[in-house]
């Protein structure tokens, strides 16, 4: 049976647990919610759950690097399980999408993010899913990178709790029927 794998991006340790940068760990976190998963192991320098999602088989997949160097755990991994690339689903946070806004895309770039760059580098390839979830600009004249690591303020904790459960539904219809119809249905505005 070929495996599926859903790999979130972010930062390890509670320093980092509520950042915008660990929305991919807090959206691989609600898929195991939904379907009763706990990352009770360790595998490839990540921690893991795995069962049947949506009728699939699904490693679950939050990586003990750091951000910048998340392509190392997710690459073993991909190895490991030996996951089609088609079949390898990156969550993570996306600076130029406003709060709460989902997007799915079958492949491309990395946008200037680094986890992302990371990832494309060490699979050598831009060829598998994304799902990018929003966390809007940073105010002002901030740094980009200190406001990633900023935890989300209550006000914005619901709209994150919104398009996680979004989110959550998009992972689940593209598991069962798909890319094409993931973007379809769930690709919208907030």
């Given at each position: 049976?070929?495996?599926?794998?859903?790999?979130?991006?972010?930062?390890?340790?509670?320093?980092?647990?509520?950042?915008?940068?660990?929305?991919?760990?807090?959206?691989?976190?609600?898929?195991?919610?939904?379907?009763?998963?706990?990352?009770?192991?360790?595998?490839?320098?990540?921690?893991?759950?795995?069962?049947?999602?949506?009728?699939?088989?699904?490693?679950?997949v939050k990586p003990r690097t750091?951000?910048?160097?998340?392509?190392?755990?997710?690459?073993?991994?991909?190895?490991?399980?030996?996951?089609?690339?088609?079949?390898?689903?990156?969550?993570?946070?996306?600076?130029?999408?406003?709060?709460?806004?989902?997007?799915?895309?079958?492949?491309g770039g990395a946008g200037g993010?680094?986890?992302?760059?990371?990832?494309?580098?060490?699979?050598?390839?831009?060829?598998?899913?994304?799902?990018?979830?929003?966390?809007?600009?940073?105010?002002?004249?901030?740094?980009?990178?200190?406001?990633?690591?900023?935890?989300?303020?209550?006000?914005?904790?619901?709209?994150?709790?919104?398009?996680?459960?979004?989110?959550?539904?998009?992972?689940?219809?593209?598991?069962?029927?798909?890319?094409?119809?993931?973007?379809?249905?769930?690709?919208?505005?907030v």
């Open positions: 049976m070929s495996r599926w794998l859903i790999a979130g991006l972010g930062n390890p340790g509670p320093k980092y647990a509520g950042t915008r940068h660990n929305v991919g760990f807090r959206c691989v976190e609600r898929v195991a919610d939904a379907h009763g998963l706990s990352f009770s192991r360790r595998h490839k320098n990540s921690r893991i759950a795995s069962d049947s999602v949506a009728e699939r088989s699904v490693v679950l750091f951000m910048n160097k998340s392509g190392y755990a997710v690459a073993s991994l991909v190895s490991f399980y030996r996951v089609p690339l088609t079949q390898a689903l990156l969550v993570y946070d996306d600076l130029d999408l406003p709060l709460g806004a989902i997007r799915l895309r079958p492949c993010h680094r986890g992302m760059r990371s990832v494309i580098r060490q699979l050598g390839s831009r060829g598998f899913p994304r799902l990018r979830v929003g966390i809007g600009r940073p105010p002002g004249r901030m740094d980009p990178a200190d406001y990633v690591l900023q935890d989300f303020s209550p006000d914005e904790e619901p709209v994150l709790q919104d398009a996680l459960e979004r989110a959550l539904a998009a992972i689940e219809t593209w598991l069962r029927e798909g890319i094409d119809e993931a973007m379809s249905r769930h690709n919208r505005s």
